[in-house]
């Protein structure tokens, strides 16, 4: 009887790392930006129904890159979170903060010690009443938690985007119709399908509710 081949664990977590990645990279790359409307959020899809933008609660939502029915699960499970928490105590502490490290946490014990690491990296975005105050957080597939300011790329080149991004939207939040149309350009989506959505920092606009998430009909703009 032969032993039982030996693996590192090192080269063991190297290579789960490197069929999560290889997975992400075959996604659409998704962006959060923040503007002086809100925080918006794009993505391509051709999709009518399989959404990759997300509302989770009042003023948070959510985007995804990888395998779907694997963001899905997380989505839902952070729609639990949210509504168990704002029932339990007050709806003013569900923060995008407590809900991202909900998601580094399960993605991380997934990545230690799950059957195969999920492929999947996770945007939480939380608009603030004015754009200082927006919070954006990265959860990679191994449980790693960035928060970022004013912009958020997930999967694809993802540095080579976010520099591109940095440089054409500069510094201060633009206006929405401007930074959707700089977005779309550096993604190569101008002419196809794209998920378009907003967290309004004006609530007022949804008729008075405290729900700041809307999709954007991008032929509308």
Sequence with gaps: MQPPLYVSPQQHMEDRADFARAGIRR???????STVEGIVSLTQNSSTSL????????RISWGAVGRYNEFEALRQAGIRYTDTRGYAYERIDVTARG??????????????????????????????????????????????LLEHDGLLVLGGNEQE?????????????????????????????????????LLDRDPQTLRGTHRAFRRLDPQAL
């Excluded at 996604?27 to 959060?32: A, K, T, W, Y």
């Design 161 to 197: 985007l976010r520099d591109q991004l940095e440089v054409q939207l500069g510094n201060e939040p633009g206006e929405l119709t401007e930074t959707i149309g700089i977005i779309r350009d550096a993604l190569g989506a101008t002419d196809s399908p794209v998920e378009l959505a």
């Design 51 to 58: 959404f990759k933008l997300s509302e989770i609660y009042d």
């Design 99 to 144: 809900l991202a490290n909900l998601y580094a946490r399960t993605l991380g014990e997934l990545f230690l010690t799950g059957a195969k690491p999920f492929e999947v990296e996770i945007g939480v975005a939380e608009v603030g009443h004015t754009p200082a105050t927006d919070r954006l957080y990265q959860i990679s597939f191994d449980g790693t």
């Design 27 to 33: 996604g659409r790359p998704v962006v959060f930006a």
